[in-house]
């Protein structure tokens, strides 16, 4: 699959350059397993979406080249199931620790759902895109965009007709902020992934990254993921039981 980049894209996070911390002490990675308990389908579990739905037909540039008419109803749907769920204990209790710890920490996710920010986490990053929001294919703006997403819906920018696609990262595309979070995790000393299966990368290879950069590193899932053997220390149940407990054992002062 050729890789293609987004480099027209200009921000694919929440919080902003202003709020970003460039150096954070700790770095938590999420994935779909923390919006599980809100009710937001995982991706390979047995009810999973890539169960229902195949990758190839909605989350590449290619599929939305050939059918964009279903690539958009894939995320319309996605979009409209936000209004009816709501932010879990997890989301609550990493929102509590960025507030909390003394220094920076950084949460990268991997969800395209808004869970984290309407917790009130800041400084996120979200590298797989959101789908609140439409990318121009003719002007590159990024639009806030909360409603239905048709092949001929008009750029809010440049006005052309037929330019917006979700602003997702689709399989074969670049994830958004890379650099920002190769230099997150390089000098971080704390990295804790949550509900993830580490099946996709490059967020798959943070553990070994923050590893090699001297981090302690944490699983907190359901199970273990394929990098479960990458990780210093492990804690598998429900991600709202889970990461509540686990943060509110953690020393903040020893990191
Ligand atoms: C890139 C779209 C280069 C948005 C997503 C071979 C051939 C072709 C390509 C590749 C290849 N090998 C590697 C690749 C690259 C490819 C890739 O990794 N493919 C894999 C599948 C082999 N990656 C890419 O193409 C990426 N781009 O590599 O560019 C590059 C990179 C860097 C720098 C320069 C160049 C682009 C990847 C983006 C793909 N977009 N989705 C959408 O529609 O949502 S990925 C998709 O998977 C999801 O969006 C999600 O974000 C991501 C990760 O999934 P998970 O979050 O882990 O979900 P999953 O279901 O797998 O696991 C859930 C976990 O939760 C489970 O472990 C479960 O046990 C646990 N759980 C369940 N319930 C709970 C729980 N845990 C706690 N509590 C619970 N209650």
Redesign the pocket.
């Given at each position: 699959?050729p890789?293609k980049s987004n480099a027209q894209s200009p921000v694919g996070s929440t919080g902003g350059p202003g709020i970003l911390p460039e150096r954070p002490a700790i770095v938590v990675l999420?994935?779909?397993?923390?919006s599980?308990?809100s009710g937001l389908a995982?991706?390979?579990?047995a009810d999973?979406?890539?169960n229902r739905v195949r990758?190839e037909d909605?989350?590449t540039p290619e599929a939305f080249e050939t059918d964009p008419l279903m690539v958009q109803s894939?995320?319309n749907a996605?979009r409209a199931q936000l209004a009816d769920v709501h932010p879990n204990a997890?989301h609550i209790a990493l929102a509590e620790l960025e507030r909390r710890f003394p220094g920076e920490v950084l949460l990268v996710?991997?969800?395209?759902d808004d869970l984290h920010e309407r917790a009130g986490s800041r400084a996120l990053i979200h590298m797989?895109?959101e789908?609140k929001k439409a990318r121009c294919l003719n002007c590159g703006a990024v639009l806030s965009w909360p409603g239905d997403l048709t092949p001929d819906s008009p750029c809010d920018r440049c006005r052309r007709l037929g330019q917006l696609r979700p602003h997702?990262?689709?399989?074969?595309?670049?994830?958004l902020e890379?650099d920002r979070i190769q230099t997150a995790l390089e000098h971080c000393r704390l990295f804790v992934s949550?509900?993830?299966?580490?099946?996709?990368?490059?967020?798959?290879g943070f553990v070994w990254t923050a590893g090699q950069a001297g981090a302690r590193t944490v699983e907190?899932?359901?199970?273990p993921?394929n990098g479960a053997s990458l990780f210093d220390e492990a804690f598998y149940?429900?991600?709202?039981r889970?990461v509540p407990e686990f943060l509110a054992r953690l020393d903040l002062t020893a990191i």
């Open positions: 699959m890789v999420t994935g779909a397993g923390i599980k308990e995982t991706f390979r579990d999973g979406t890539w990758i909605v989350a894939f995320y996605r997890a996710t991997q969800n395209v797989h895109g789908l997702i990262v689709w399989f074969g595309e670049v994830p890379m949550i509900g993830t299966s580490g099946t996709v990368y490059p967020a798959a907190i899932n359901l199970e993921g149940g429900p991600a709202t889970v």
